[in-house]
């Protein structure tokens, strides 16, 4: 993230996720031991935001402090290996949706989709990082099990 203050603040006011760690800068030799070969200065303000009924899932929002990143999600395919995507359950998703429109989110398809027992859209947060919300047809089920 180029800034963790603005991530954290789009991620808590427009998809209503909750701040479980406000940003704070980790530096010195810890966090070298952890991601010193990894990154050549792992300084970082780091935050985390989740979900109010699961401390165990969690988006970590990183900025990297002395090192500059690239911009490659924006031209990053759907496609393109790796991770893709993180989905999101809601309870109502047209609902969920034109609240998040009404908040200037950019949506990547025109509606909504009834597909595998689940109702689906595709957005993307201002970074490039996308989303898919899925409503449940038999909300008591988990997502992967909505089949009879």
């Known amino acids: 993230m180029p800034d963790c203050e603005a991530a954290v603040a789009f991620y808590r006011d427009v998809l209503g996720l909750r701040v479980l ?10 966090i070298r031991d952890d991601m010193g070969q990894l ?10 935001v989740g979900f109010d009924d699961d401390g165990d899932r969690v988006l970590e929002v990183i900025e990297y402090l002395g090192v500059a990143g690239g911009d490659q999600r924006s031209t990053a395919a759907i496609t393109d290996h790796g991770l893709s995507h993180v989905g999101l359950i809601c309870e109502d998703l047209d609902a969920t949706r034109a609240e998040l429109e009404a908040n200037g989110v950019r949506f990547l398809v025109d509606g ?9 859209t595709w957005f993307v947060d201002p970074w490039g ?9 038999k909300p008591e089920r988990p ?5 009879d």
């Open 39 to 48: 990154v050549s200065d792992p300084t970082m303000k780091a935050a985390i």
């Open 112 to 120: 909504v989709a009834d597909v595998a027992r689940v109702r689906t």
């Open 143 to 147: 997502y992967f099990a909505q089949w």
């Open 129 to 137: 990082v996308v989303f898919i919300l899925v409503e449940k047809s």
């Open 21 to 30: 760690s406000p940003p704070y800068v980790m530096a010195g030799d810890a």
